[in-house]
C-alpha cells in the first residue's frame, strides 16, 4: 500500500519536471513515462503546447497518421518509425523538425537506431535530454540553469514522502566557470 501512496505522489511532481518544455516535441519510450505524460497532458491540461510522441508507439501503422493530424507542424518522413524499409529512421525525424521546434527526449532513442548519431547529440537537460546538432555551441550557464532545475523540485517531492530535508544544488563549480561556454 505504501508503494502505491508513493508513487501516486511522485509519478505527477516527476512528471511535470519533463513537461517543463516550452512548445516543444517530447519524445518518451516506456508505460511510466509515456502514460504518465499523456494523463497531465491531455486530463490535467498540464503544458497544451507539447507534442508528446512515444518511440514505441510511433513503429505502428495507425499511430504516425493519427498525430500528422494532431500535431500540425510536425513532420513525419513515413508512416512508421522503423529501420526497415518503408519505415523512417530517427536521423530523418530530427532533420525534419529540429529548425521548427526544440526536441527533448525522456530516457533514450532506440538504441539498434544509430543514423542520427553522426550528425545529433542528446544532452541531459533536467530529466530529460535535448537534441542537438553536432556544431551546437553549449552556454554553460543556460545548461546549468535548465539541467538542474528539477533538482529542488524532485527533492521536495521525495522529500515529502521519506521526510528528508530538501537540499538544493551547489553552484560553486558554475561560478568559477560563470561565462564559459564549450562547442559539443
Not at 514505441?56 to 493530424?69: A, G, I, Q, R
Not at 525525424?93 to 548519431?117: A, G
Request: proline residues 5%; charged residues 20%.
Amino acid at each position: 500500500m505504501a508503494v502505491h501512496i508513493i508513487m501516486a505522489r511522485l509519478v505527477p511532481h516527476f512528471t511535470r519536471h519533463f513537461l517543463c518544455w516550452q512548445d516543444a516535441i517530447l519524445l518518451t519510450l516506456g508505460d511510466l513515462p509515456g502514460n504518465s505524460a499523456r494523463y497531465l497532458h491531455h486530463c490535467e491540461g498540464v503544458r497544451s503546447d507539447l507534442r508528446i510522441i512515444d518511440l514505441e508507439m510511433m513503429t505502428f501503422d495507425w499511430y504516425v497518421p493519427m498525430l500528422k493530424d494532431k500535431f500540425p507542424g510536425v513532420k513525419f518522413p513515413g508512416d512508421r518509425y522503423s529501420l526497415e524499409q518503408g519505415g523512417f529512421a530517427m536521423k530523418q525525424f530530427f532533420d525534419e523538425n529540429y529548425d521548427n521546434f526544440p526536441i527533448f527526449v525522456f530516457q533514450h532513442v532506440n538504441p539498434q537506431d544509430t543514423t542520427w548519431q553522426a550528425d545529433y547529440d542528446v544532452w541531459h537537460y533536467g530529466l530529460t535530454h535535448k537534441v542537438v546538432r553536432k556544431d551546437y555551441v553549449l552556454n554553460v550557464q543556460e545548461w546549468f540553469n535548465n539541467a538542474t532545475a528539477a533538482l529542488p523540485y524532485v527533492s521536495t517531492a521525495v522529500s515529502h514522502l521519506i521526510l528528508l530535508p530538501s537540499r538544493a544544488p551547489t553552484r560553486s563549480r558554475l561560478d568559477r566557470q560563470q561565462g564559459d561556454t564549450h562547442t559539443l
